[in-house]
C-alpha cells in the first residue's frame, strides 16, 4: 500500500526563530506554517494532526510562508472532505496547534503516544503549549487510542517514538510510490536537519528544536531521524506550505 502526502497549511506562529533553532539565530523574526497533513490513498481518510481552530490569514503571513492558509473546512474542501469524513487522525503530540480541530472529527480514531495524553492534562509549568480543551470531546468520546512504542497504524503507515520536542512525539512514516517519507515528531524547519556551513563547522550535523526534552538527547533523536526514510520532512518548515505533495 502506498499513499500520498499532502500539507495544507492551516495556521502560523510569528515569533524569534530561536524557538525553532537551538542555540541559533536568537532574535531574528520567523514565521512558521502549521501544517495538517492529508495522507490519501486506501478505504480510509487519514490526518496527521489538525492544525489551528481560528487561523489569522493574511496577506502578511501568506507571503511570509510562500503559501495559502486555509480554515480546516476549507483545507478539507480542496479533496472533496468535510471534517465528519476523516476516518484516522495520527497525532505527532498534542501541544495545541497540533489538535484544536479534533472535536469536529466526530468519526475518526484518534492515535497518540499515552505520554502525551497524560501530559496534555498534567502539563509541566514550563510547557504552556498543552490546552486540555481541546482534547476533552474525542476523550470523552472514546475515540482515542494510546500507543506506547512504534506502532503500524495501517499497511503503509507507522508511528514511530522519537521524544525529540516531547516526551510523547511520535514521527509518522509514509510509504509513497516515490519513497518512504517521515513526517517529524518535533517541531523543527529544515535548517535543524540540515544546517548551514557555519553550524557545521562547528561539527555539529544537526540542530536541536528550540523547545526540547533535553539537547544532547533531542540531537541524538534528529541525526538518527535523518536515516529513517527516503524524504524527512520538519514539521513547520515553509517551504511545504507551496507544495500540493510531498515529495513532489
Given at each position: 500500500?502506498?499513499?500520498?502526502?499532502?500539507?495544507?497549511?492551516?495556521?502560523?506562529?510569528?515569533?524569534?526563530?530561536?524557538?525553532m533553532?537551538?542555540?541559533h539565530?536568537?532574535?531574528?523574526?520567523?514565521?512558521?506554517?502549521?501544517?495538517?497533513?492529508?495522507?490519501?490513498?486506501?478505504?480510509?481518510?487519514?490526518?496527521?494532526?489538525?492544525?489551528?481552530?481560528?487561523?489569522?490569514?493574511?496577506?502578511?503571513?501568506?507571503?511570509?510562508?510562500?503559501?495559502?492558509?486555509?480554515?480546516?473546512?476549507?483545507?478539507?474542501?480542496?479533496?472533496?472532505?468535510?471534517?465528519?469524513?476523516?476516518?484516522v487522525?495520527?497525532?505527532?503530540?498534542?501541544?495545541?496547534?497540533?489538535?484544536?480541530?479534533?472535536?469536529?472529527?466526530?468519526?475518526?480514531?484518534?492515535?497518540?503516544?499515552?505520554?502525551?495524553?497524560?501530559?496534555?492534562?498534567?502539563?509541566?509549568?514550563?510547557?504552556?503549549?498543552?490546552?486540555?480543551?481541546?482534547?476533552?470531546?474525542?476523550?470523552?468520546?472514546?475515540?482515542?487510542?494510546?500507543v506506547?512504542?512504534?506502532?503500524?497504524?495501517?499497511p503503509?503507515?507507522?508511528?514511530?517514538?522519537?521524544?525529540?520536542?516531547?516526551?510523547?512525539?511520535?514521527s509518522?512514516?509514509?510509504?509513497?510510490?516515490k519513497?518512504?517519507?517521515l513526517?517529524?515528531?518535533?517541531?523543527?524547519?529544515?535548517?535543524?536537519?540540515?544546517?548551514?556551513?557555519?553550524?557545521?563547522?562547528?561539527?555539529?550535523?544537526?540542530?536541536?528544536?528550540?523547545?526540547?526534552?533535553?539537547?544532547?538527547?533531542?540531537?541524538?533523536?534528529?541525526?538518527?531521524?535523518?536515516?529513517?526514510?527516503?524524504?524527512?520532512?520538519?514539521?513547520?518548515?515553509?517551504?511545504?506550505?507551496?507544495?500540493?505533495?510531498?515529495?513532489?
Amino acid at each position: 500500500m502506498t499513499y500520498k502526502v499532502h500539507p495544507i497549511c492551516m495556521g502560523t506562529k510569528v515569533f524569534d526563530k530561536g524557538m525553532m533553532t537551538y542555540q541559533h539565530d536568537y532574535g531574528k523574526p520567523y514565521t512558521i506554517p502549521i501544517y495538517t497533513w492529508y495522507i490519501e490513498g486506501g478505504d480510509k481518510t487519514i490526518l496527521v494532526d489538525t492544525g489551528e481552530m481560528q487561523p489569522i490569514i493574511s496577506e502578511e503571513r501568506e507571503k511570509a510562508i510562500g503559501g495559502k492558509i486555509y480554515t480546516f473546512e476549507e483545507g478539507l474542501a480542496k479533496y472533496g472532505l468535510k471534517p465528519e469524513d476523516v476516518d484516522v487522525i495520527i497525532h505527532t503530540h498534542l501541544h495545541n496547534d497540533h489538535c484544536e480541530n479534533d472535536y469536529k472529527c466526530v468519526n475518526a480514531r484518534v492515535y497518540v503516544h499515552e505520554k502525551e495524553l497524560e501530559t496534555v492534562y498534567n502539563p509541566h509549568p514550563l510547557d504552556f503549549r498543552y490546552l486540555e480543551d481541546y482534547v476533552d470531546d474525542v476523550k470523552d468520546n472514546g475515540q482515542i487510542v494510546t500507543v506506547n512504542e512504534d506502532t503500524e497504524v495501517l499497511p503503509g503507515i507507522t508511528m514511530i517514538h522519537t521524544p525529540a520536542h516531547t516526551e510523547g512525539g511520535m514521527s509518522v512514516k509514509v510509504e509513497t510510490d516515490k519513497g518512504s517519507v517521515l513526517i517529524c515528531g518535533f517541531c523543527t524547519i529544515l535548517e535543524n536537519l540540515e544546517p548551514p556551513i557555519e553550524v557545521r563547522a562547528m561539527e555539529m550535523e544537526v540542530i536541536p528544536p528550540g523547545t526540547n526534552t533535553g539537547p544532547e538527547r533531542a540531537y541524538d533523536i534528529l541525526l538518527k531521524a535523518k536515516g529513517m526514510a527516503d524524504y524527512i520532512l520538519p514539521l513547520h518548515e515553509p517551504k511545504w506550505a507551496s507544495m500540493e505533495t510531498v515529495p513532489e
